[in-house]
């Protein structure tokens, strides 16, 4: 059976406060995830919504479709980047420690992405808008702790 992801990052500023949203279908199941982050990026949140979607698939091999409006997510990993960055050490790139983490779930997989236009009445895309801006709207928001540790690390280097 086909699973299909949808998933939306977004952030109040950038950085500044952001979440991510999940829809996840297969046949009749319907699954929607979303969490908050007090201090992150748009392209963050991006990622880690693709990543936490692949993590909650109980069956490895599983046939998935994730449809993304992300051109950094989709790009990446469709035209290859990601995986010449790893030749690389991920030397200068951004979000390592998520690109790492999505590395240890997508050959779990067989992972196809869809890239879709953002805010284009996409039905699955819009919901997980919503949720993704809800989720950074709420109290007691989570740490990105790869990201904050980075902007600690860069503040106490001067």
């Keep these: 059976m086909k699973i299909y992801i949808y998933t939306d990052g977004a952030a109040s500023g950038n950085p500044g406060p952001g979440g991510y949203g999940i829809v996840m279908i297969a046949g009749k199941h319907r699954k929607e995830l979303a969490k ?4 992150t990026t748009n392209n963050r949140m991006e ?19 994730v449809t993304s409006d992300s051109k950094y997510v989709v790009d990446s990993v469709d035209k290859g980047w990601v995986f010449n960055w790893v030749k690389k050490g991920f ?28 805010h284009n009445n996409h039905p699955e895309n819009e919901r997980c808008d919503a949720l993704a801006v809800s989720a950074y709207q709420k109290e007691n928001l989570l740490f990105d702790v790869g990201y904050e ?10």
């Design 47 to 65: 990622l880690l919504a693709v990543i936490v979607a692949l993590e909650q698939i109980k069956s490895d091999g599983s046939d998935v479709l």
């Design 36 to 39: 908050g982050y007090r201090l």
């Design 91 to 118: 030397k200068g790139k951004k979000n390592s420690d998520l690109w790492k983490r999505f590395l240890k779930i997508y050959p779990k997989h067989k992972v196809k992405f869809e890239w879709v236009k953002g």
């Design 149 to 158: 540790d980075i902007i600690r690390e860069k503040k106490s280097l001067f």
